[in-house]
């Protein structure tokens, strides 16, 4: 008896309708600091003012929601013959695993219409190598999904230690 997809599953194993999605709720945490249970505060509200603003430095989520959305690449080019240039997903495309050049990377290919035309074979140190990223979406696209998902690392950061006036930074930004 062969599997048969009956459709798309929820993590609570409820099927999905036609556009509907169910978005997942954040849940707090509320396990015990297990490195330092002495000095644990478990509603940290009871010990401080409502008007008592907190400054949280948000460099680190904004960071990875950055890093999210983009693809990290290479670019090369030839020292010798700057017709020969090139973009690839990353070093091991370009070039192939170990010193050999495979026949299947982008050098090995470059290699095999060089031998065709009776020209002598490259190797990597004929090139110039730099590392870059590139957004996975358009740029406005990108924004968008970012600011979303900035905003929920916000809201979920307020929900867990359940404080409201929070001042967030970013470098020297405060927000």
Request: glycine share 4%; hydrophobic share 30%.
């Amino acid at each position: 008896m062969a599997f048969k997809p009956s459709g798309s599953v929820t993590r609570s194993n409820e099927p999905i309708q036609d556009n509907e999605r169910k978005e997942d709720t954040f849940v707090r945490d509320e396990r015990d600091n297990y490195l330092f249970p002495e000095i644990q505060v478990n509603d940290i509200t009871s010990i401080t003012r409502p008007e008592t603003k907190w400054y949280w430095d948000f460099d680190m989520p904004v960071y990875q929601v950055a890093s999210a959305l983009e693809d990290k690449r290479i670019r090369f080019h030839c020292k010798t013959d700057k017709t020969i240039k090139g973009d690839a997903e990353n070093i091991t495309a370009f070039k192939g695993r170990g010193k050999k050049i495979p026949e299947n990377s982008w050098l090995g290919v470059l290699n095999i219409e060089r031998e065709v035309q009776e020209l002598e074979p490259l190797t990597t140190d004929d090139f110039e190598i730099e590392p870059y990223q590139k957004l996975k979406l358009s740029e406005e696209k990108s924004f968008e999904a970012g600011k979303i998902q900035i905003y929920k690392k916000l809201k979920e950061t307020r929900l867990q230690y359940g404080i409201n006036n929070i001042i967030f930074t970013w470098g020297r930004k405060i927000f």
